[in-house]
């Protein structure tokens, strides 16, 4: 029924494309622009994302004007609607692309991507699909709260249908931004405050470059031990990898990319060789996503693992604002010291 | 061809003629054609409560005695392109939009035959080469749905329609409320009708709200808004029409409410002891498909040999459409993974 934009560019070799030193920021409007340019199907909705707002982050801004208010659509403050609405325009031929300024707000539109979203393919026997991009952004870090600063990617992993996304990086993060606007299931992708606002930059190709979804990246090799992460710990996983290097420990960094499609023979290939494995994540670890990775590198590699898989997370207590923060979320040295304690 | 001109997204707009209707041919829209889609509504109802209670098959049933001139009265003023988005009461709007008794019935009993394989079930039947674009089984939940298909069909550059169906019960949603003031704001092509039978689930209207004019929401987003006797087939026929033709025309939406009267159970199996029997009775004699049939006959529209001939071969229809689903084979095992996912790479399959 909807038609797919041209996936003959899709993977191309990163060297033999001209690239630009940008930020995540830079990056992901480059990505959307693409996505505007190249296919009339695409539409983006949310709040404040025309100009002169351009998105809460900023992270819109200049779209609306270049691509119009038709397609750049603000929408009032109705995430039922918001998502909704995507659905449906999805079901008449579109490809939107939805913002939900932040993932605590999925709690007031989850019927639509969790009831409708994820299980409109299946329901009807294959006869439609849900080609919607969910752009979400994390918060945490600023001092916000307990409403506004949850990873709550164990929400959306456990409902057969969605795809789970969390760039790490400017490159990925058009990479599989791309990717995700032009797959044909629903996709909800995660973006960390921590990760649009980081520094690091990179040469991101111009024109189409996508990450495919459901292959994760070796960001560091090592041999002792692996660490799995993504998103905004991922980028801490790699400081602690350098810390954990004077003290003479070599740590694989895995970056997951999405979580559903899971890669998991990458993380298993890793566990083999260093015996020991750390997943780390931003969300509460009790039944979070990191209880999955854990239970199905045991299941599969018992005999050959040196000790538990451990996993890090956030405690079982909402966000807390103020100071506590900073004692939340793991960060370098609490992945450092959690992979020194793998024996 | 130059375009005739192009649309708010710079599209080329479609002109009338050109748009097709899905290659099916349109019934045409006359009394005789409203009675004949009411009372295979009706029909088939009563085929399916008759094989339930039999214990032919089990599957979850929401009655739609009582609704069937909205229903069939969309189903006339709607082209094959037109989008309808429904509730789990669906069966009358499933039928509308032309999809063959057949599909439904085999997706009622789980076989692979049905309109999504039997794996969607009764308050989940889609036909979207039907223009049947969803069906929920969640309260309210279509509303959103159909704005964005109202706003696929303004990108689109066709004149196409949506229209949602949902009881008075959803007028109590998040979804009701933020669906009919985006499509306000949007000005979208969605008729919304409202099926008002007086009760949400199990309870009455005038305990579940103190505004029980359900359009005053609509009114409120400043939507056009029509209400009418459900009841009244021939009045219902033309509010309909209008509520289509508006959002055809004016590119903006409707809210249309139907006012009626539970004829049968909210769902099959469940007792009503909630409603008075005064009630209950009254409503019954406005029961809107014999009434029909009396109106076509006393007018002259029809003879009785007539109408009886087009009764009878509704009977032959659904008693088809039954037997067919009941030797029809079950949906295979391998199905349960399949439509999961567009591709199942890397997936937890």
């Known amino acids: 029924m909807n038609t797919m934009a041209d996936p003959t560019l899709a993977g191309a070799a990163l060297a033999s494309v001209p690239g630009e030193t940008m930020s995540f920021s830079q990056a992901y409007r480059d990505a959307l622009a693409f996505a505007l340019e190249s296919d009339p199907s695409v539409v983006l909705l949310g709040e404040d994302i025309a100009d002169p707002a351009g998105g809460v982050t900023k992270l819109l801004r200049g779209l609306s004007t270049r691509f119009g208010v038709q397609r750049v659509r603000s929408t009032p403050i109705s995430e039922q609607a918001i998502v909704g609405a995507a659905i449906g325009a999805s079901l008449g031929g579109m490809r939107p692309v939805a913002e939900i300024m932040l993932m605590d707000f999925l709690g007031v539109c989850l019927d639509q991507l969790a009831n409708h979203a994820a299980k409109l393919r299946y329901m009807t026997g294959g006869r439609s699909h849900v080609p919607i991009t969910i752009r979400t952004m994390v918060g945490g870090g600023g001092s916000n709260g307990a409403q506004h600063s949850q990873s709550l990617e164990s929400w959306l992993t456990n409902v057969p249908g969605m795809k789970v996304v969390c760039p790490s990086n400017p490159l990925d993060g058009k990479g599989l931004l791309l990717s995700s606007i032009f797959d044909d299931d629903p996709c909800i992708i995660m973006e960390m405050s921590r990760v649009i606002f980081h520094p690091q930059k990179m040469v991101v190709p111009r024109g189409d470059y996508r990450v495919p979804l459901g292959v994760a990246e070796v960001r560091r090799a090592g041999t002792d031990v692996t660490i799995v992460s993504w998103g905004r710990t991922l980028n801490d996983a790699l400081i602690a990898a350098d810390e954990l290097a004077e003290l003479s420990v070599s740590a694989e960094v895995i970056d997951l990319r999405s979580l559903v499609p899971l890669d998991i023979q990458t993380v298993l290939t890793s566990a083999a060789k260093t015996t020991r494995v750390l997943v780390v994540h931003a969300g509460v670890q009790f039944a979070g996503f990191g209880a999955e990775i854990a239970s199905q590198v045991t299941e599969n590699l018992f005999d050959t693992l040196s000790c538990p898989v451990r996993r890090l997370g956030a405690p079982y207590a909402p966000t807390p604002a103020g100071p506590l923060e900073a004692s939340y979320v793991p960060t370098a040295s609490t992945i450092t010291s959690a992979a020194l304690g793998l024996k | ?349």
């Open chain 2, 1 to 349: 061809m130059a375009p005739l001109s192009t649309n708010e997204f710079g599209r080329s707009r479609v002109s009338e003629r050109s748009v097709v209707d899905g290659g099916r041919e349109r019934t045409e829209a006359t009394p005789k054609a409203l009675y004949t889609l009411m009372m295979r509504i009706s029909a088939l109802e009563d085929g399916i409560l008759k094989a339930l209670s039999a214990g032919t098959f089990r599957a979850p049933f929401y009655p739609v005695r009582g609704l069937e001139p909205a229903c069939a009265a969309v189903g006339l003023a709607l082209k094959p392109t037109d989008y309808i988005v429904s509730t789990y009461r669906c069966l009358g709007d499933v039928l509308a939009k032309g999809v063959p008794m057949r599909e439904i019935m085999a997706e009622l009993f789980g076989r692979a035959a049905g309109t999504s394989k039997g794996k969607g079930g009764s308050m989940h039947m889609a036909a979207p080469d039907y223009g049947l674009m969803a069906t929920t089984g969640v309260v309210g939940a279509g509303m959103p749905i159909a704005a964005g298909l109202g706003l696929a069909a303004l990108w689109d550059g066709a004149d196409r329609v949506v229209v949602t169906t949902f009881g008075d019960g959803a007028s109590s949603t998040g979804a009701f409320h933020e669906s009919l003031n985006l499509a306000s704001l949007w000005s979208l092509p969605v008729v919304f009708l409202c099926q008002n039978n007086q009760w949400g689930e199990h309870t009455s209207i005038d305990d579940y709200t103190r505004q029980p004019v359900i359009a005053t929401r609509a009114e409120a987003v400043t939507m056009k808004t029509i209400r009418v006797d459900g009841f009244d087939s021939m009045a219902v026929f033309s509010a309909v029409r209008e509520a289509v033709d508006h959002a055809r025309m004016q590119r903006a939406p409707v809210f249309l409410e139907s006012v009626t009267f539970r004829l049968r159970p909210h769902a099959y199996g469940t007792d009503e002891p909630y409603i008075p029997k005064s009630k209950r009775e009254a409503a019954i004699e406005k029961d809107p498909v014999p009434n029909m049939r009396r109106l076509l006959i006393n007018s002259g529209a029809l003879t009785v040999d007539e109408v009886s001939s087009i009764d009878e071969a509704i009977l032959v229809e659904v008693d088809d459409a039954i037997r067919f689903a009941e030797s029809a084979p079950p949906t295979p095992i391998g199905e349960m993974m399949t439509d999961v996912y567009a591709s199942t790479g890397g997936m937890p399959l």
